[in-house]
C-alpha cells in the first residue's frame, strides 16, 4: 500500500472512514479467534475425560497381567501393588507419548496434550519409589529368564537414572514445540488450523485470549 499516495490523493475524511472500517474488520477478527479459542478449550476438556477412561482400562489390564499365572524364571516377578502397577503404566506411558511429539501424522494439540502429560508423569516418576520388580513388568516376558537378582537390583538403579535423564529432554522439547508452534503459526492458512495452533500454544503457556491474539498478530507480521 502506498500511503504517501493515499495522503495526497484522499481527503481527511476518506482517510477517517477506511481507518474506521480497518478497526471495524480487527474486532471482528479479533471476536472470530476468541470464539475458536473457546470451542478448542471445552474439546482439550472432552479429551481429558477420554484420558481418564484410557487410564482406568490400563489399570485393569495390568490388574489382570500380574494376577495371570507367572512362567518360571530365575527370578519371578512378586505381584506388584496397585501403587506399582501405577508407576509401571507411567513409566511406559511416558516413553510413548515423547514419542508421538513431532510424528509426521501428529498435530499441534495433540503434540501439546502428549508434553502436558509427559511432564506430569515424569514429575511423579520422580518423586515415587520404583520397584526392584518393575523391569519385569516393562520387558519381553521371553528374556526375563536372562536376568538374575543382582541384575535386577541393577536395572532398578538403571531406570531412575533413566527417568531423572528425562528431565532434559522434556525441557528440550518443550522449548523446541513453542519455537515450532509460534513460528509456523503465521503459515497458516485455514481456520481451524489457527485454531488448533493457539490453543496448543494456550496449553503449554496458559496464555489468556489477549496473548494469544498478540502472538497470532505477530506471526502474520513475518
Not at 23 to 39: A, P, S, T
Request: with cysteine; hydrophobic share 40%.
Amino acid at each position: 500500500m502506498d500511503v504517501e499516495r493515499l495522503m495526497k490523493d484522499l481527503t481527511v475524511e476518506q482517510l477517517h472512514h477506511i481507518q474506521g472500517n480497518l478497526q471495524i474488520e480487527m474486532e471482528g477478527k479479533k471476536e472470530e479467534l476468541r470464539e475458536m479459542v473457546g470451542r478448542r478449550y471445552r474439546d482439550v476438556l472432552e479429551a481429558s475425560s477420554e484420558v481418564r477412561n484410557v487410564r482406568e482400562l490400563a489399570e485393569k489390564l495390568a490388574e489382570a497381567v500380574s494376577n495371570a499365572r507367572a512362567t518360571q524364571s530365575v527370578v519371578e516377578a512378586r505381584p506388584l501393588s496397585r501403587e506399582q502397577q501405577v508407576s509401571v503404566q507411567r513409566f511406559i506411558a511416558l516413553h510413548r507419548l515423547l514419542a508421538m511429539i513431532g510424528e509426521p501424522d501428529s498435530d499441534a494439540l495433540s503434540d501439546a496434550f502428549a508434553l502436558t502429560l509427559a511432564e506430569l508423569l515424569h514429575k511423579q516418576l520422580t518423586t515415587e519409589p520404583l520397584p526392584q520388580s518393575l523391569f519385569l513388568h516393562v520387558i519381553r516376558p521371553r528374556y526375563a529368564s536372562c536376568f538374575t537378582a543382582s541384575l535386577a537390583y541393577v536395572f532398578r538403579n538403571t531406570m531412575h537414572s533413566v527417568v531423572s535423564g528425562l528431565t532434559g529432554r522434556i525441557i528440550r522439547t518443550r522449548r523446541q514445540l513453542l519455537a515450532d508452534l509460534e513460528e509456523e503459526i503465521g503459515e497458516l492458512s485455514e481456520t481451524n488450523w489457527v485454531a488448533n495452533q493457539l490453543t496448543a500454544l494456550a496449553l503449554l503457556q496458559g496464555a489468556d485470549h489477549q496473548k494469544l491474539l498478540d502472538i497470532y498478530l505477530e506471526g502474520r507480521k513475518v
